[in-house]
């Protein structure tokens, strides 16, 4: 039973971070679907909804710390989370490092045609002019 304004307190502070922190473990769950299932629309609004979610729960961990600290189970959960997030952006980074790989020996010419990383043209100039 709780006897103290402290424990009382830690207890409503706990609940308060539940369900940011809940909403952020669902986000993920669905952005692993998604990527799982090769849905490149679902894995964008996955994408877009674990951003929030993150965004709120960062919010919500914040002001808890700054009210008095975060209790450690759920500090814990959220360090999982954090790492989830991780290995997420580590494994979309290896599938498209490999997608570029595959579209450069598929399409060897594409690079030397468009705009380079700058913004800049990177086709040769072949001189003359186009009239109308």
Not at 76 to 103: F, K, M, P, Y
Request: no cysteine.
């Amino acid at each position: 039973m709780l006897t103290t304004a402290a424990e009382m307190h830690a207890l409503q502070r706990a609940t308060e971070l539940e369900a940011p922190l809940q909403a952020l473990e669902q986000r993920l769950a669905a952005l692993g679907a998604a990527l799982a299932a090769s849905d490149a629309g679902a894995v964008e609004s996955a994408a877009s909804d674990l951003h929030r979610a993150l965004a709120q729960a960062v919010e919500h961990f914040a002001r808890a710390a700054r009210e008095g600290g975060v209790p450690m189970p759920l500090r814990q959960r959220l360090a999982v989370a954090s790492g989830q997030v991780a290995a997420q952006r580590e494994a979309l980074a290896r599938a498209t490092a490999a997608l570029d790989r595959a579209i450069d020996v598929l399409l060897p010419n594409l690079g030397t045609g468009g705009y380079g990383a700058a913004g800049a043209s990177t086709r040769a100039s072949q001189g003359g002019s186009l009239l109308a």
